[in-house]
């Protein structure tokens, strides 16, 4: 059974970091992209950032470009998400996600498989 486990969300400051932890299992996602999107109330489903699993291609919604990274544990075989100099439109619940090669990665629809999602609120 293929499964994404999300962790590492809760309640920081605007101006904290936090880091966000994808845990996979069940089949070896090499060659995938592997993203992360957001979703804040009454908002749609947003685009946060992927990488390409067996690769170094990298790429961030404008809206957390040079604030957030998104990296992978090989060894660990999970994706994370560091998340600086948070904002209070940063609170959403993050979900990770998994889509077959070929794919832009930029796009909800285009991924197979999806974690429950960790809720992060930046509040003061």
């Known amino acids: 059974q293929v499964r994404l486990v999300e962790s590492g969300g809760g309640l920081v400051q605007p101006g904290g970091s936090l880091r966000l932890s994808c845990a996979t299992s069940?089949?070896?996602?090499?060659?995938?992209?592997m993203g992360w999107f957001r979703q804040a109330p009454g908002k749609e489903r947003e685009f946060v950032a992927a990488?390409?699993?067996?690769?170094?291609?990298?790429f961030y919604a404008d809206s957390v470009k040079g604030r957030f990274t998104i990296s992978r544990d090989n060894a660990k075989e999970s994706i994370l998400l560091q998340m600086n100099a948070q904002k209070p439109e940063d609170t959403a619940v993050y979900c990770c996600?998994?889509?077959?090669?070929?794919?832009?990665?930029?796009?909800?629809?285009?991924?197979?498989?999806w974690g429950q999602g960790t809720q992060v609120t930046v509040s003061s």
């Open positions: 990488t390409i699993w067996s690769g170094e291609n990298t």
């Open positions: 996600a998994a889509a077959p090669p070929g794919q832009s990665g930029r796009y909800f629809y285009e991924y197979t498989y």
């Open positions: 069940g089949r070896t996602f090499s060659s995938y992209t």
